[in-house]
């Protein structure tokens, strides 16, 4: 193919491309996606070569918090010096933390490598999305989107496992080495094949913004994740972390009046179907984080089983997901992203309702089953939702959209540690009995699934937000990348009826 036939500004050059691409940002999320799993398993391991069994979950909840408070600022870069580099340099940043992270010589240490493993994942996560939604058209989008979330279902399978054959039969270290090669091979891969031209133009950086918003969410964050575990909710601590975060977001939102290129523009909160998309980011964010801190717990506890039938449990909710994810683009060009949404919240409405009738008599299938329903109902409205946001915007808005939901997300997920930790603390205190007793975990665990059960009622509720008409042909078709300006594609008339 020659050059006249490359796609538009922004666009990927050759369309024939588009599936080693595609393959470039599977591996860039399997990264991301491995490095959250992996390390579970090989934590006794790792304390008993570097000491500092009180601090090892912060080697989770740093790289959480990192990789959340830096998916905005990585998404207006985007929009204003292209999605490439910013990937690049996301891989580049997670190689680092990885290379780090394995010769790590304390814990201290490796947890601050892995905050520099989590900045890398906050760019390479929303580029992943964001470039997908790039060079793929509306009526193949939801295949793309399909194939990246199965990376998700692959990794919380093979990530435990390979953290506990490597702690096992060769080091921990090697939880960090075995990604230097595939970090180099997915940025060959992305620096030789996705071509994209920006219009270079003069920018202003809002520093203030980036500022007050990194550090107030990461305050905010913080806050939610220690919260009744680091320290009480209403000590002088969570007081003063919390208050922080909140004050900071106070003057952030009020900076981005007024800065000449917000880094997150307030017009987002002004359209439907972004605020719905934003919406939806947060509620199934906090389901997922339920889902998969309770239900294993659930399994052990509660029914006796061991942690890798457990696992496999939870794993039915990722292998549901991006089978429901792939086919969605079928539904939604057929019958609007709003019907789509909406039977996907059906579907994870019923899977909840059944988790709330599992007692200690339940089989292991049966909450495998409840999982598999409710991943079926999250793929059906989580990747509609992203689809119709970005479908919304033209190419120089898309970062920062699809950057918005990824920290919607992550903030829901937040925000969902710590009100499941609290309900099932009150729940473990109200039935008198221990956290290892299981009449008091199957009670604690049974109102996590009831609240599981009301927030995707939420899902329901939020998903009428999203547009009702069905794509048009011209629309389903239309280049990605065609407008410069911002806003929707040329002939897509779905996305500027609900750009309100």
Same mark, same amino acid.
């Given at each position: ?149 199965? =990376?998700?279902?692959? @990794? *919380? $399978?093979? /990530?435990?496992?390979? &953290?506990? +054959?490597?702690?096992?039969?060769? #080091? ?100 439907? =179907?972004?605020?719905? @998309? *934003? $919406?939806? /980011?947060?509620?199934? &964010?906090? +389901?997922?984080?339920?889902?998969? #801190? ?106 920062? $959209?699809? /950057? ?97």
């Amino acid at each position: 193919m020659t050059a006249a036939a490359a796609g538009p500004v922004g666009a990927v050059g050759f369309r024939s491309e588009r599936g080693p691409i595609l393959a470039a940002l599977m591996l860039s999320t399997s990264l991301v996606a491995l490095d959250s799993t992996i390390v579970a398993t090989a934590v006794p391991s790792i304390v008993a070569d570097l000491g500092g069994f009180a601090e090892f979950p912060w080697l989770f909840s740093v790289y959480l918090l990192a990789q959340a408070v830096s998916v905005p600022i990585y998404g207006k870069l985007a929009d204003i010096v292209g999605r490439k580099p910013v990937m690049l340099f996301g891989i580049g940043l997670f190689l680092l933390g990885s290379i780090l992270c394995a010769a790590a010589w304390g814990m201290v240490p490796l947890i601050i490598f892995r905050a520099l493993q989590g900045l890398g994942a906050g760019a390479v996560q929303p580029m992943s999305v964001t470039i997908a939604g790039d060079i793929y058209t509306l009526a193949e989008r939801a295949k793309a989107q399909g194939y990246l979330a199965s =990376v998700w279902a692959i @990794s *919380a $399978v093979v /990530g435990p496992t390979l &953290g506990g +054959v490597f702690s096992e039969w060769l #080091t921990w270290r090697w939880l960090f080495i075995v990604n230097i090669p595939l970090c180099l091979l997915a940025a060959w891969m992305l620096a030789g094949r996705f071509q994209e031209k920006v219009h270079r133009v003069h920018h202003r950086i809002d520093y203030l913004g980036s500022v007050t918003l990194t550090v107030g969410a990461t305050l905010l964050i913080l806050g939610l994740l220690e919260g009744g575990q680091a320290w009480a909710w209403n000590s002088v601590p969570s007081i003063a972390v919390l208050g922080g975060g909140v004050l900071l977001l106070a003057v952030f939102l009020i900076a981005q009046r007024w800065a000449a290129e917000p880094v997150l523009p307030l017009w987002v909160f002004s359209r439907r =179907v972004l605020v719905a @998309s *934003a $919406v939806i /980011g947060v509620l199934v &964010g906090a +389901v997922l984080l339920g889902l998969t #801190t309770y239900v294993p717990t659930f399994a052990q506890t509660v029914l006796g089983t061991g942690p890798l039938v457990a696992g496999f449990a939870l794993a039915a909710l990722t292998i549901g997901w991006p089978i429901s994810a792939t086919l969605s683009g079928r539904l939604y060009l057929r019958l609007g992203f709003r019907t789509t949404a909406l039977i996907g919240a059906t579907l994870a409405i019923a899977g909840a309702l059944l988790t709330v009738r599992l007692t200690a008599a339940s089989a292991v299938w049966q909450v495998g089953a409840c999982c598999f329903l409710i991943g079926l109902g999250m793929g059906l409205i989580a990747s509609p939702s992203l689809i119709a946001a970005q479908s919304s915007v033209g190419w120089a808005e898309r970062g920062v $959209v699809t /950057g918005t939901n990824m920290f919607a997300r992550s903030l829901g997920s937040a925000v969902g540690v710590a009100f499941f930790g609290a309900l099932a603390n009150v729940s473990l205190g109200a039935t008198a009995n221990a956290a290892d007793n299981p009449a008091g975990v199957a009670a604690a665990t049974h109102d996590v699934f009831v609240a599981i059960a009301v927030l995707a009622a939420g899902l329901f509720a939020a998903a009428w937000l999203l547009p009702a008409g069905r794509p048009t042909a011209q629309a389903a078709s239309a280049d990605p990348s065609a407008d410069r300006a911002g806003t929707a594609p040329a002939g897509d008339h779905t996305a500027r009826s609900v750009a309100d």
